[in-house]
């Protein structure tokens, strides 16, 4: 935070990309010069002090060092001890020691975003286009709000530097956190003015896709006001104590009910745009039979009323594993990241596909038996609802079900291959994993699942100890749950970093129905919306729609839809803070935690032999209060920011 206003030192750690293309060029620092007015000269340097406002956007697809909650408490676990995102979820850090300082990071990007801000209208190469440097400066205000809106989730209020700052000014260093309401006003107004100023999705050019739209902008907006508008920040009487030195409340303790009005009118101001829809996949496709849906009533009404006539399960598939599918309707904000496509696919392969390809970094993340537990059954009843009738969770399935599952897994109508047919075969399918909805099969991967090689065979996963892909005692990474992630695994991939490129979505249209069909539910219960939205999502994952119910009842249900539908994409951890649910300590029927804190199930991957199907104990993760906020660094506060008030418990 201590760099000169005459410097600009960022390393491009980003870059978005089209499927063969960066068009972000700035590959080197922007070195040190004596005159900031020199930048402005030439276009090619113009363009990479506008990557630079790039630079600090985290890599979410490195789910271990880079960006941790897409796969911790709740919805994952890690494949080593000294992981980074383990060693957070066990809730082993501290203000001294944050693990992760995006404290810093956000605010050098910031930083960056001012200077280009503050400087652009210098830009004087004949080069530039009439309106280029403008679009640039666009992108710069949309990111400085972007990275504002993430410090919200993760630190609560901050500092609105809105500006460069001279640190040889004392007077001038920003040592007041805003409050909460300031904040979000501020994230609010930047976000409208870009909507005005950025270009609509139609005129970002394929060469630059990733670049904002005037409609990703109004897309963040409805998450911030989501979030402004949830119990955590909304009349939170346990931060009734937490003020400044001068006794200013950074929360208001007051809950406001129209904050739900608001984030319900800013999603809904994204659906009416009418330029985004749900990706589906026509059912009967080429080399493509239709999987049967489960039985239920109104299993036989066309999308969009209900599921009958596409294929939920390659619908879901569609929109992660790449390919034809990589550009479609329902993404509003998709990036391609460093090392993306491998980051993304190397987490679905066992260790020992393709003869240990890409042995030392599979099984770096796993999903927990609660994160299992949470998708429905093919006739969109729960595990609970269904125990000991179409769902059984001890053993192994001795055969296929009618659905998914048919032994090979080579029939057309059956998407996923398992070994039941092969006769020496000692990997089965846990018969927790039978008669499950298409987003179970379409996520998460689990012993004796199939996968096509390069040499045109099957490889049938094998977790269990001391298996080729199971646990061993060594320094390689292993799927210690038992169930890999293959949300972004391509059925006909055939390398462990995947032969698509894999898009990554930081938002998109199913994410904006769930919010307005909770905001709905909060301001507006019994509004037909709600159903409308919340059944959409549920019709397009081949399950059966709701039926009018209570606030609280459909409440839960949206929770749920969230936490299946949006697993692993970085939604879970924010969800759960903002809903208080955090730090719950009860526990489920099956022992799972409500809250993101406690006793962490999966298989047994120390057994084996037949016990490895056993539910078992595979770790511990901790969630205190404190926790709903994470700590500013100490060594920021210490040397930066003075008397900056640190958050309640740390």
């Not at 063969?20 to 340097?45: G, K, P, S």
């Not at 309401?181 to 950025?198: A, H, Q, T, W």
């Not at 399960?313 to 496509?341: C, D, H, M």
């Amino acid at each position: 935070m201590k760099n000169s206003i005459s410097k600009i030192l960022v390393v491009l750690l980003f870059l978005f990309s089209s499927v063969n293309c960066h068009y972000l060029e700035a590959d080197e620092y922007l070195n040190e010069v004596d005159n900031l007015n020199n930048i402005w000269t030439q276009r090619i340097d113009i363009r990479k002090a506008w990557a630079a406002c790039y630079g600090d956007i985290p890599n979410y697809t490195d789910m271990i060092n880079g960006w941790p909650f897409n796969t911790n408490y709740d919805e994952g676990h890690a494949g080593l001890d000294n992981y980074n995102d383990l060693i957070f979820a066990q809730g082993k850090f501290n203000a001294d020691n944050p693990i992760y300082n995006f404290w810093a990071s956000y605010y050098r990007a910031i930083r960056t975003c001012n200077l280009f801000l503050e400087n652009y209208h210098k830009a004087n190469d004949k080069l530039l286009v009439p309106g280029e440097v403008e679009g640039y400066a666009a992108d710069a205000r949309f990111l400085r709000a972007f990275f504002y809106s993430q410090m919200l989730e993760l630190y609560g209020p901050f500092p609105i530097v809105s500006k460069t700052i001279d640190y040889s000014k004392t007077e001038e260093l920003p040592t007041t956190r805003n409050t909460e309401e300031e904040c979000v006003n501020f994230i609010v107004s930047e976000l409208d003015s870009c909507i005005n100023l950025l270009p609509v999705k139609e005129a970002v050019l394929s060469s630059e896709s990733g670049r904002p739209s005037r409609e990703v902008a109004m897309a963040i907006k409805a998450r911030v006001l989501l979030w402004d508008a949830s119990p955590l920040v909304n009349g939170n009487p346990e931060y009734s104590n937490f003020k400044d030195a001068k006794g200013k409340a950074y929360f208001s303790p007051t809950a406001d009910p129209e904050k739900w009005k608001k984030a319900a009118d800013a999603a809904k101001a994204v659906i009416d745009l009418g330029k985004y829809e749900l990706y589906t996949v026509p059912a009967n496709g080429p080399n493509a039979l239709t999987v049967p849906l489960g039985d239920f009533p109104g299993n036989n009404v066309p999308w969009p009323n209900g599921p009958a006539g596409i294929d939920p399960y390659r619908s879901f598939k569609g929109l992660f594993t790449g390919g034809k599918a990589y550009w479609n309707k329902e993404a509003i904000w998709l990036v391609n990241l460093p090392s993306q496509t491998y980051n993304l696919s190397i987490l679905g392969f066992p260790r020992n596909y393709n003869n240990g390809e890409g042995a030392q970094f599979a099984g770096r993340v796993c999903a927990t038996q609660k994160m299992i537990d949470a998708f429905f059954m093919n006739n969109g009843a729960t595990i609970d609802e269904e125990n000991r009738k179409l769902y059984n969770d001890i053993g192994v399935a001795e055969g296929g079900d009618q659905y998914y599952i048919k032994g090979s897994g080579q029939d057309a109508s059956t998407p996923i291959i398992t070994g039941f047919n092969l006769a020496n075969s000692n990997a089965k399918v846990p018969a927790r994993c039978l008669n499950r909805e298409a987003r179970f099969y379409a996520t998460v991967g689990f012993i004796g699942r199939g996968y096509q090689q390069n040499n045109g065979t099957f490889y049938y996963a094998d977790y269990k100890a001391n298996a080729l892909d199971g646990f061993l005692q060594s320094d390689r990474p292993s799927v210690r749950s038992g169930y890999s992630i293959v949300k972004w695994v391509a059925d006909d991939d055939q390398k462990a970093g995947g032969s698509f490129d894999k898009p990554y979505h930081v938002i998109r249209l199913a994410e904006i129905y769930l919010s307005y069909a909770e905001a709905l539910n909060e301001y507006a219960p019994g509004d037909a919306d709600i159903l409308k939205y919340l059944n959409l999502v549920r019709f397009r994952a081949g399950l059966p729609g709701y039926t009018p119910a209570s606030k609280e009842i459909t409440r839960e249900r949206i929770k749920r839809e969230r936490y299946v539908e949006l697993a692993f994409e970085a939604r879970r951890y924010f969800d759960s803070r903002r809903w208080k649910d955090a730090s719950k300590t009860t526990r489920d029927n099956w022992g799972n935690s409500i809250g993101m804190g406690g006793l962490v199930y999966g298989c047994n991957y120390l057994a084996p032999d037949g016990s490895f199907y056993d539910r078992a104990v595979i770790d511990g993760y901790v969630f205190r209060p404190k926790n709903y906020f994470l700590p500013i660094p100490y060594q920021e506060v210490a040397n930066y920011w003075g008397t900056l008030t640190q958050n309640p418990g740390w």
